[in-house]
T-cell receptor, first 113, second 108 residues
Framework: DAMVIQNPRYQVTQFGKPVTLSCSQTLNHNVMYWYQQKSSQAPKLLFHYYDKDFNNEADTPDNFQSRRPNTSFCFLDIRSPGLGDAAMYLC????????????FGPGTRLTVL | KNEVEQSPQNLTAQEGEFITINCSYSVGISALHWLQQHPGGGIVSLFMLSSGKKKHGRLIATINIQEKHSSLHITASHPRDSAVYICAVRSLADKLIFGTGTRLQVFP
């Protein structure tokens, strides 16, 4: 039944050590989003893919990259995690961008030591 | 001032009480979402609406487009309803703008 799957659910990395978070979906949706949510804050959109078209938010640091090798999978790469990157990372999908419900995954909680 | 404001920020209730969470927004929207997030958990979409009222089980969501206001009601609240409830609007530029959430605790 799982529709948006994120792996791992919990990730611990060291300061400066690259880390990759994974998201997959069984909905065949065109759009996949990555959000960063810090404690007690609203989610913040990092970027999204519309099919293979990558859309970066203006204030997303260069340290964050993304790949979408096919419709089902999308990856978030953090090249050199800092202590400030510790957060919950949420993946979401929607059929299209306009007037469509977003379906969220369970999130990956990243800890940076 | 945030584009999406929720009230109250924190809410405590006894089991069985009727609960209302309010959301006001200041931008043009194509849709409004109510989301639920349990502590340490991911986000679950409860409703997406652009007019009128929707009901799902004990949850009811209403929206008044003219007044730019939406409410989420929970009837016969239960401890398992304890979560953060987030109002998010889809702007006319297709961006999802989140409110800061309402933390609800329901005690037995």
């Amino acid at each position: 039944d799982a529709m948006v799957i994120q792996n791992p659910r919990y990730q611990v990395t060291q300061f400066g050590k690259p880390v990759t978070l994974s998201c997959s979906q069984t909905l065949n949706h065109n759009v996949m989003y990555w959000y960063q949510q810090k404690s007690s804050q609203a989610p913040k959109l990092l970027f999204h893919y519309y099919d293979k078209d990558f859309n970066n938010e203006a204030d997303t640091p260069d340290n964050f990259q993304s790949r979408r090798p096919n419709t089902s999978f999308c990856f978030l790469d953090i090249r050199s995690p800092g202590l400030g990157d510790a957060a919950m990372y949420l993946c979401a999908t929607s059929l299209t961008r306009a007037y469509n419900e977003q379906f969220f995954g369970p999130g990956t909680r990243l800890t940076v030591l | 001032k945030n584009e999406v404001e929720q009230s109250p920020q924190n809410l405590t209730a006894q089991e069985g009480e009727f609960i209302t969470i309010n959301c006001s927004y200041s931008v043009g929207i194509s849709a409004l979402h109510w989301l639920q997030q349990h502590p340490g958990g991911g986000i679950v979409s409860l409703f997406m609406l652009s007019s009128g009222k929707k009901k799902h089980g004990r949850l009811i969501a209403t929206i008044n487009i003219q007044e730019k206001h939406s409410s989420l009601h929970i009837t016969a609240s239960h401890p398992r309803d304890s979560a953060v409830y987030i109002c998010a609007v889809r702007s006319l530029a297709d961006k999802l703008i989140f409110g800061t959430g309402t933390r609800l605790q329901v005690f037995p």
